[in-house]
């Protein structure tokens, strides 16, 4: 369960401080725009391919944008949204499949969070697509922008973070990231979201470049060979 918070906690956010942490966030800036550009560009031509695939099964947009809420305002209030974006693995009407979903109950996943293990939703292409995280390929175009980081608490949906709790919000305390904590976890999808929510506010009070690094690389070995997350 969450951590009980005192009314000075409610505002104050758990990201470190100083000159220290001011150097650390400049270098993690400049390695996610030379990251996410050198990517970009080298993996160009395989995004294109997918873009492709992706709109010949259903002729639909094979993209996807969303909105989601970025980092806490210094005074510790909510972020503004923000288009976030991903190459379609769903069908073309999710949305409106997502709520009739969660009004019969089958959401596996801890409110305020969406997910279920065998999700009607995703079409055959968009299965391949996110066994090898390749939905996420345009999420380099996010973090390109300043929108995302490469390493971070993932990105909430607004009518999720409505309902978080004062704690929980702090997940929000830093710039979002394609990589966390919680993903690198073996079985990631057994974790509530309490456990879910205490290793993004880990990651927020222990941030340091060599923690980052720990998890791409992480993230890489458990995309190219564990599926115990799928």
């Keep these: ?7 000075e906690e409610h505002t104050v956010s758990f990201a470190k401080k100083g000159a220290r942490y001011q150097c650390y966030l400049f270098a993690k800036r400049t390695f996610d725009i030379l990251a996410s550009g050198t990517a970009l560009i080298v993996l160009s031509p395989l995004i294109l391919i997918v873009l492709l695939a992706k709109w010949l099964e259903d002729f639909g947009n094979p993209t996807y944008t969303s909105l989601r809420v970025g980092k806490n305002n210094k005074d510790g209030t909510r972020g503004k949204n923000f288009k976030f974006h991903k190459i379609r693995s769903m069908c073309k009407n999710a949305e409106q499949m997502k709520q009739e979903l969660i009004e019969k ?22 299965k391949f697509l996110r066994k090898t995280s390749l939905d996420e390929l345009l999420q380099l175009w996010d973090v390109f922008r300043g929108k995302l980081s490469v390493v971070g608490p993932r990105s909430p949906l607004p009518d999720e973070v409505d309902a978080y ?3 929980q919000m702090h997940r929000l305390d830093v710039k979002g990231g394609l990589l966390c904590l919680w993903q690198i976890r073996k079985n990631r999808n057994s974790l509530s979201f309490d456990e879910w929510v205490n290793l993004d506010i880990e990651y927020i009070r222990k941030q340091s470049f060599w923690l980052d690094l720990k998890i791409i690389f992480k993230g890489a070995y458990m995309v190219i060979f564990d599926r115990s997350g799928e």
């Design 1 to 7: 369960m969450h951590t009980e918070l005192n009314a």
């Design 105 to 126: 109950g089958l959401n596996e996943a801890d409110f305020p969070a969406f997910k279920m293990k065998n999700d009607p939703r995703i079409t055959k292409v968009g």
């Design 165 to 167: 709790t004062p704690y």
